[in-house]
């Protein structure tokens, strides 16, 4: 019997504005968020992305709204996105990881990593804003795989 790997479509919740209003909402849920620029169109490689950045929570109580919230104010040191939020406003995606438990065997930071390296896979290139490598997730045996809207960051 020859087992199939299922592909999941993956699309995007409407964007929010990276503000304190929309990132307190967000405290306690783990999973990943993508922040992009409202105009900006990154030349990347192979194709633009209005992407940034590719975040991820582990835990509630370093929840989305809390990883949010240290980029939003520049504790987090991310430099690009500082300095991209002082030319134009950002916004802000998310996955909760409660979402996606029932068919990803994985942890939250090798979801975070399959993101990245599809994104690399489609665009050359990290995210501009991400300065750390993705841990090579596609060498295990993955048994769900996405296939996710790029195209909601043009």
């Known amino acids: 019997m020859s087992e199939t790997n299922p592909t999941v479509n993956i699309y995007f919740d409407s964007p929010k504005t990276f503000d304190a209003g929309n990132i307190l909402s967000l405290n306690g849920i783990t999973g990943l968020y993508f922040i992009f620029s409202s105009s900006i169109q990154i030349q ?16 509630k109580t370093n929840s989305i709204g809390s990883r949010l919230n240290g980029h939003f104010g520049g504790k987090s040191k991310n430099v ?51 300065n750390k490598t993705g841990l090579d997730v596609m060498s295990n045996n993955i048994a769900t795989h996405f296939k996710i809207d790029w195209n909601y960051f043009k």
């Open 44 to 59: 990347y490689p192979f194709d633009t992305s209005r992407l940034l950045y590719i975040g991820m929570s582990e835990k």
């Open 80 to 130: 690009g996105l500082v300095s991209y939020r002082k030319v134009e406003p950002l916004w802000f995606t998310y996955i909760n990881f409660e979402m996606l438990k029932g068919i990803w065997a994985f942890r939250v930071e090798d979801l975070e990593s399959y993101f990245i390296l599809n994104f690399v896979q489609h665009f050359g290139v990290y995210p501009i804003c991400n």
